[in-house]
């Protein structure tokens, strides 16, 4: 069985092996061992069924039967990371990826899922405009407008860090397509708040 390392977490490593993925959460040292096999098999479990949920939804892999209960196994996804790839294609193409990725997520917070790490690393584009949402170890269900607007803030952080350039022309694409999420105007409103009591943090 060949297998390797593909990512290494401060929560999990990362396992390809015969073309499907292993999510293996690392046991922590410093935690009492039972307390550790209880937090692991919880975030596990949580995580499966999120996956399970979010996949009836939108473009995200279908986790496997669990087996051990710290690790997740899903299929493979054949594809390039957003983050990887986004910058290189010309702005038009951009802005209709991006305009796609909200939409998607206006899905997910429609069903009040809450990814947790919207990032476009955790975003593979298969063939031209097929987006695979990855990696829900921190998400979680919630009806909350608050909860939905940090997803976005994350976001938002996510595309000025990582492709600067276009950062904002790309965003406003995102909220083209989140608008399809019933309560997108409640949400880009508190996204505003956020942000706001974000920069007075900061000063």
Known sequence: MLSKTIAQGAEAKIILSNNIIIKD????????????????KQRTKAEKKLLEKACKIIN???PFPLEEFDKIKMPFIQG???SEILDSFPLKKQKEICKIV?????KLHNADIIHGDLTTSNMILVEKDKIFFIDFGLGF?????????????LLKQAL???HFKNWEILFNEIEKGYKN???SKKV???????EKRGRYKGE
């Open 80 to 82: 390039k990371k957003l």
């Open 188 to 194: 880009l409103e508190r996204l505003d708040i956020v």
């Open 60 to 62: 995200a892999p279908n």
């Open 160 to 162: 000025e860090a990582k």
């Open 181 to 183: 999420y019933k309560e």
């Open 141 to 153: 269900i919630s009806p909350k407008v608050e909860d939905k607007a940090v997803d976005l803030h």
């Open 25 to 40: 959460r690392t046991p922590k040292s410093y935690r009492l061992k039972e307390l550790d096999e209880k937090i692991r």
């Open 102 to 106: 909200g939409e998607e997520i206006s």
